[in-house]
């Protein structure tokens, strides 16, 4: 039997198979951690706007299932490089590192400032801190929502305007 280009065909193949194998990652840049950052940054549309885990100031709207009322200040910010969360709780302002990525992670201590602060802001900071102290994961929605799912609930937020 008689082999098309001299037999060489199957040889020619083969290559271009392992090469179009060996590109196929060609498209990743940046470091692990850039990579990560940027498949852990669960976009959602809200009012037209692609929204991120990482992409700025959140305004906390929900905290362990309980809407907060309109005189709450509560906000986060999400830098995922940094695997840092930082923002303010109603009353003090808060920071907080973790381990992994959005999608599994490990929270350390949760630190703050210490101000005493009249009524709704304790009530409210001491269910944010409660909350934090859990968070195992967090991603933007399908209605563009931040939410930190954590052990002991979670915390929603809408992006800042």
Excluded at 23 to 28: E, Q, R
Excluded at 70 to 84: Q, T
Excluded at 89 to 96: E, R, S
Excluded at 102 to 124: F, H, I, R, W, Y
Aim: glycine share 16%; with cysteine; charged share 20%.
């Amino acid at each position: 039997m008689k082999y098309p280009l001299g037999g060489r065909l199957l040889p020619v193949l083969l290559a271009s198979t392992v090469s179009i194998v060996a590109c196929s990652g060609a498209g990743d840049s940046g470091t692990a951690d850039e990579n990560a950052a940027k498949t852990e940054s669960k976009p959602a549309t809200s009012t037209g706007k692609t929204l991120t885990v990482d992409q700025g100031r959140w305004v906390v709207t929900r905290v362990g299932g309980k809407a907060l009322g309109d005189g709450s200040s509560g906000w986060l910010e999400v830098d995922l490089a940094g695997k840092r969360i930082t923002g303010n709780a109603g009353c003090n302002n808060f920071f907080a590192s973790f381990e992994g990525s959005a999608d599994s992670m490990t929270m350390g201590p949760v630190g703050g400032t210490k101000k005493m602060c009249p009524g709704e802001a304790m009530v409210l900071e001491t269910a944010v801190y409660a909350v934090l102290a859990g968070v195992s994961r967090m991603y933007v929605d399908g209605e563009g929502q931040l939410v930190l799912e954590g052990k002991a609930g979670n915390i929603t937020a809408s992006a800042a305007e």
